[in-house]
């Protein structure tokens, strides 16, 4: 398998732009979720999914930030409008049977917003 | 809230050493604890999974051990490379927080 796929790798966008990030989460796992990871707070969860369905958005930062998953191989994030402290890099992770079980990542997407 | 703490922040040893990395957290209802590997620019790598049930897991030169009534976890690296550097990353799951991440231990190992 080729494991969590992310896309894009890098992404440089200015303020007040739109930004969709994109994650192929390994098949045949149910569970999908978003991380965000900077140098002051960390990695940080901020939705996830189980069989395509969003269980817990309590970690979304605000209403710029959405996520959907359309079917059981893709899944968007968008930040409408962006700013620059949106500026991280994203993870999406999956797992099969389990909330708790061994998540796998993906080689994240590194956002820089001007 | 769950808190997890990774000391050191930083460790830089010579080749061939064994070392100890260490995580504390502040609930111990946990379900289990993880032990990651990030490459610089590169997502992370499960290394070890202890469920709450178990002391301790192994794999390879790599041993974690877990005490859940203190609250620490520890990761053992035998014999260290070079090809060890790298951020290592603990993470608690359980309850409302699901997976809460430590600030991890940043690993140089010097040929």
């Known amino acids: 398998d080729a494991g969590v796929i992310q896309s894009p790798r890098h992404e440089v966008t200015e303020m007040g732009q739109e930004v969709t990030l994109r994650c192929k989460p390994i098949s045949g796992h149910d569970y999908l979720f978003w991380y965000r990871q900077t140098m002051m707070r960390g990695l940080e969860l901020l939705i996830y999914f189980n069989n395509n369905v969003p269980i817990d958005d309590s970690g979304m930062p605000e209403d710029r930030f959405s996520a959907k998953m359309p079917n059981a191989s893709f899944s968007t994030l968008k930040i409408q409008p962006s700013e620059p402290r949106d500026s991280a890099v994203y993870f999406c992770a999956s797992s099969f049977g389990g909330i708790y079980n061994e998540q796998f990542f993906g080689p994240g997407t590194r956002l820089t917003v001007l | 809230k769950q808190e997890v703490t990774q000391i050191p922040a930083a460790l830089s040893v010579p080749e061939g050493e064994n070392l100890v990395l260490n995580c504390s957290f502040t609930?111990?209802?946990?379900?289990?604890l993880q032990w990651f590997r990030q490459d610089p620019g590169k997502g992370l790598t499960s290394l070890l999974l202890?469920?709450?049930?178990?002391r301790e897991q192994t794999s390879g030169r790599l041993n974690a051990s877990l005490d859940k009534s203190s609250g620490r976890s520890t990761l053992y690296i035998a014999a260290s490379q070079p090809g060890d550097s790298a951020t290592y990353l603990c993470a608690v799951s359980g309850g409302a927080q699901k997976l809460v991440f430590g600030q991890g231990t940043r690993l140089t190992i010097n040929p």
């Open positions: 202890i469920q709450s049930s178990q």
């Open positions: 609930d111990s209802a946990i379900y289990n």
